[in-house]
């Protein structure tokens, strides 16, 4: 069942840019894995709003959505073709369209009451499918479609992943992820479906990515965010402390008396995808101590930051 975007969020369909931005933050902050661990209605959820975000705060994506819906948003869809269905003779059905959409079509008013024709033609059409009525010896092989598991950092930096596309092949298909692919997002590989049997072109591999959750570090958009651990003394006098990011560890200046919850902002550190550009890290500081040692804030203060041989970023990494 289709899904309304803007409902999933909870804001208006005039909502601006900052209050989807806003609601989107409380959700995912709310329905992250890991304060849900192994709930997977909340890991559903989680990547819908993540999907909703996506799709609200381009503004492009936004205006397809809201025209017509989820299939506005489907690889190849041609929105004049569908606009010129509209205005001669296409008109909303009475069920309505799509969640976000501003009204569907019935298929009872292009073909009449007894729909004899194939729905796929009509599909064929709207969606810029190629002809398939081809002589017989170039018939081209089966459509295929796949769902495949993408962790955080492959998706954020790009991956060559080996996917079995049809059974037809017998090796499977070595397949470049775009860096800063979005969980939900759909990659369409022509020549990745089905061999033909009768000597035609293979047919085309539709990919949906589902993008893992990380232990340290969360996505909004293009930008990443992580909680980074540091001492009490580092905080009071101020440090220079490792931070890692998708490109490697840098080195971040904490300024001194620096409060817990403090957010600094690495420009440019964040998701880079093509043609696009980068997003940035903030950095989210939150105060530590080692356990069991009731003379550390004292020593910390006095002493130079992380004397005790207290690393609390150890095990923080990309």
Do not use: C
């Not at 606009?83 to 501003?102: D, I, L, M, N, Q």
């Not at 060559?160 to 992820?177: A, F, G, N, Q, Y």
């Amino acid at each position: 069942m289709a899904q309304d975007y803007y409902a999933l969020l909870g804001v208006s369909r005039d909502a601006d840019a900052d209050t989807i931005k806003r609601a989107y933050r409380k959700l995912a902050k709310d329905l992250h894995p890991d304060r849900h661990p192994d709930d997977k209605a909340a890991e559903a959820k989680f990547k819908a709003v993540n999907r909703a975000f996506d799709v609200l705060s381009d503004d492009d994506k936004r205006a397809l959505y809201n025209e017509f819906g989820e299939d506005g948003l489907r690889e190849g869809f041609d929105p004049e073709r569908m606009r010129a269905y509209r205005r001669h003779g296409g008109r909303p059905s009475a069920a309505g369209g799509a969640p976000g959409g501003a009204g569907g079509f019935s298929f009872d008013d292009l073909f009449g009451s007894n729909v004899n024709s194939s729905l796929n033609d009509l599909f064929g059409d709207l969606f810029d499918r190629q002809d398939r009525q081809r002589a017989p010896s170039r018939v081209p092989g089966a459509d295929a479609v796949a769902t495949v598991h993408v962790d955080f950092a492959a998706a954020v930096r790009g991956a060559t992943i080996d996917v079995r596309s049809h059974p037809s092949r017998t090796e499977p298909l070595k397949i470049r992820i775009p860096a800063g692919v979005r969980d939900g997002e759909k990659l369409t590989i022509r020549g990745g479906g089905g061999l033909s049997p009768a000597g035609g072109p293979p047919g085309t591999l539709t990919l949906t990515i589902e993008v893992g959750a990380h232990k340290f570090f969360r996505r909004e958009g293009d930008d990443l965010h992580v909680d980074l651990p540091v001492t009490i003394a580092e905080a009071w006098k101020g440090a220079k402390v490792r931070v890692p990011t998708v490109d490697g560890s840098v080195t971040l200046t904490v300024p001194p008396k620096t409060q817990a919850g403090a957010i600094l902002r690495l420009r440019g550190k964040g998701v880079a995808r093509s043609k696009a550009e980068p997003g940035d890290l903030y950095v989210h500081l939150r105060l530590v101590m080692p356990a069991g040692d009731e003379g550390a804030i004292d020593r910390w203060v006095a002493a130079a930051p992380v004397s005790e041989g207290f690393d609390p970023r150890a095990d923080v990494a990309f």
